[in-house]
């Protein structure tokens, strides 16, 4: 081997082995976060209301008010939309169209049913049982009316009531509009307890619903183990209409964690989608006849939106 050669083998050797100076140390970037609830440090999550961002609140009015017939409802206070985009957890954002508008939402507040029992659960005031996940996931997935009355028999109004307005939810609160509300058995027999801002027996805002399910991503619905369990109630919904009849054919891959309700002319949606290419919270309360082809038209263009949106953001 000539000199010239040895030499640079030498020096290759020698480079490879020192170490880097301290201002050339790369800095590690932490991977996606692709599971959820979130693992991010509970006092770091920001608050669903100053997430708001005046471009993604545009960029949301623009993709609804495109459809005239939307923005006519949504003019006349019978339909409400909330996203928040979750592409990046460290920066999450959010948008809404009366977002404090209560109106009736069916089937939808039995997440708050579920909640409360999983609250109770954790308290030691209710023994968990075979059976009562049987119900809580029977109540979710198939929304079984049945069900709910079981649990709503064993928690009790005032236990419910008590879960929405603690602190530590804060889910139904009246400088806000009110928010998650079960204030009747879904049976025809009970008593009715509407909510004290608009007398509404089974009632929501996207708002505070949206504020659920991000709370619920972040494992801060009770704790993170109980928000795990209840995203499994969540999971894999067996009723395929509204938003999952359009969301299972455009985002086959990911997980949907799901509630919606229906009433007459009331329908009402809500999903956490997360997958490898989608991450975000979708929530639509709407009062009109066409309601269910609405909603899947309403998810094809917000998932349109966020890839576009996602494709044009700097994060």
């Known amino acids: ?25 790369p800095v590690l970037v932490s991977p996606p976060i692709l599971s959820v609830p979130i693992n991010i440090a509970p006092d770091t999550v920001p608050y669903l209301r100053n997430i708001i961002q005046p471009d993604f609140q545009q960029v949301l009015q623009n ?13 006349q206070k ?44 954790e308290k030691g005031e209710i023994t968990e049982t075979p059976e009562l996940q049987v119900s809580m996931r029977q109540m979710i997935s198939r929304s079984s009316n049945s069900a709910a009355t079981e649990l709503i ?6 236990n419910i009531e008590k879960v929405l307005k603690s602190p530590e939810y804060d889910l139904y609160d009246e400088q806000f509009g009110g928010g998650l509300w079960v204030g009747k058995r879904y049976a025809k027999t009970g008593e009715r307890r509407p909510d004290p801002l608009k007398g509404i027996s089974h009632g929501a805002t ?10 619920m991503a972040y494992g801060k619905l009770v704790s993170p183990e109980r928000s795990s369990q209840m995203l499994d109630y ?50 639509v309360l709407l009062e009109d006849a066409d309601g269910e082809s609405i909603l899947r ?9 966020l890839n576009t949106h996602e494709a044009g953001a700097d994060l």
């Open 1 to 25: 081997m000539s000199i010239k050669p040895l030499l640079l083998f030498s020096f290759f050797v020698i480079f490879a082995c020192t170490p880097l100076a301290q201002e050339e140390v």
């Open 63 to 75: 993709a609804m008010f495109s459809n005239e017939r939307w923005k006519r409802l949504i003019q």
């Open 78 to 121: 019978k339909m409400a939309i909330g996203v928040v985009d979750l592409s990046n957890p460290y920066q999450p954002q959010y948008a809404r169209l009366n977002g404090n508008v209560m109106m009736y939402a069916a089937s939808l507040p039995k997440i708050a049913i579920l909640l409360a029992v999983m609250d109770g659960i």
């Open 153 to 158: 028999d064993l928690v009790g109004f005032e």
């Open 206 to 215: 996207v708002t505070q619903v949206c504020r659920f399910y991000y709370m």
């Open 234 to 283: 969540m999971d894999n919904p067996e009723i395929n209409h509204k938003f999952v009849n359009t969301l299972k054919k455009r985002a086959p891959k990911a997980h949907l964690y799901r509630k919606s309700g229906t009433w007459q002319n009331f329908h009402a949606d809500s999903v956490l989608v997360w997958g490898p290419e989608r991450r975000y919270i979708l929530v």
């Open 297 to 305: 038209n309403v998810a094809s263009v917000i998932d349109n939106m």
